[in-house]
């Protein structure tokens, strides 16, 4: 390893866990052998393939939808089996593994204090949450208890897609979806629905209340930097509340490259939010890590820079 001066942290990296997986039903659908493999893995594998592309430590998470399709009368224990073998997994290889928690959102009190366990006792880095929860976003008032407890506890909560809401898929995409099953997918759909959930967040008040809240959205800000002007507009245009939503977004917000190794929108993402505020991930095994390493080893940037986004901006937001 360290073929740089600098580690590279990836941190939107996923696995499966077999029992989790056996509630959600059509979860492996038409997913490929290959892909199963990598998402069951948890050792020789991800750790080869992470070897080869030259990425020190991966910080896992359970891939879509995760606790978010538990109903909250099987949520809790269940999550708390896929929480502690997780926590199991990172043990074995404790240098090039951590963890963000699985939560069971749709019980949100013992999802806060499911969170604050992972962190408390299972040495856990935040959690990570996928898109709706049974229909509902999360910045509804019920769920604000998750996010009471993230910020007491000073760890982020990840806002993962997921798919969008079954009316949605009927209305936007269902004609579309034989010939181009990504378009509710990686394409667009998963992109519309996680930054709907960073927007309603902000404009939720959630971030009033709770002034320390720290977020990390995906696949370099799921469109939101490079929409940051214009959404900051018209929402200060006479008739609204009085919010400073970019002020807002680049208060609370972090953003990983996960899956989106595109060297102009790291440039615009850097000029509206901040170097310091972008995280290096690539979405492990959804996307190859090769690929991922490559773009951040060719990036024109001073090496500090460099590092920083390799690492050094997760392991001040994760206390690595
Ligand atoms: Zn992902």
């Known amino acids: ?26 979860a492996e659908g038409s997913r490929s052998k290959p892909l199963l493999d990598r998402l069951y893995d948890l050792g020789d594998l991800r750790l080869r ?4 592309a030259g990425v020190d430590v991966q910080v896992l998470s359970h891939g879509a939808p995760s606790g978010q399709k538990l109903a909250a009368d099987v949520g809790p224990a269940l999550i708390r089996g896929v929480n502690d073998r997780l926590a199991q997994a990172i043990a074995l290889n404790p240098s090039r593994f951590a963890g963000f928690a699985a939560l069971p959102t749709a019980a949100p009190e013992a999802a806060a204090d499911e969170l ?5 006792e299972l040495g856990f880095k935040g959690a990570m949450v996928h898109g709706l929860t049974n229909g509902e976003f999360l910045d509804l008032p019920k769920y604000w208890p998750i996010f009471a407890r993230a910020e007491a506890l000073d760890v982020p909560i990840y806002f993962h897609p997921s798919f969008p809401h079954p009316d949605v898929t009927a209305a936007y995409y ?3 979806m034989d010939d181009f099953p990504m378009v509710i997918r990686a394409a667009w759909g998963y992109t519309v629905e996680t930054a709907t959930q960073a927007i309603r967040l902000v404009l939720s008040g959630v971030f009033e209340q709770h002034p320390n809240l720290k977020i990390v959205i995906g696949h370099m800000g799921e469109t939101l930097p490079y929409l940051l002007w214009r959404i900051n507009q018209a929402l200060s245009r006479p008739g609204h509340r009085p919010l400073d939503f970019a002020a807002t977004f680049r208060k609370h917000f972090w953003i990983t490259t996960s899956g989106n190794f595109s060297t102009p929108a790291l440039e615009c993402a850097i ?39 390799a690492s050094g901006n997760a392991k001040a937001l994760l206390k690595m």
């Not at 939107?12 to 959600?24: A, Q």
């Not at 604050?116 to 408390?120: A, D, G, I, L, Q």
């Not at 995280?279 to 940037?301: Q, R």
Request: aromatic fraction near 10%; charged fraction near 30%; include cysteine.
């Open 1 to 26: 390893m360290a073929r740089r001066p600098y580690p590279v942290i990836a941190l939107e990296e996923h696995y499966w866990d077999r029992e989790l997986v056996s509630h959600l039903s059509g």
């Open 174 to 176: 269902k004609d579309y």
């Open 116 to 120: 604050e366990r992972c962190v408390r």
């Open 271 to 309: 000029k509206e939010i901040g170097l310091d505020r972008i995280m290096f991930s690539i979405d492990w095994p959804f996307v190859a890590n090769g690929p991922g390493v490559e773009w951040l080893d060719g990036l024109a940037l001073p090496e500090a820079e460099k590092a920083a986004l």
């Open 49 to 52: 393939e992470m070897d080869e």
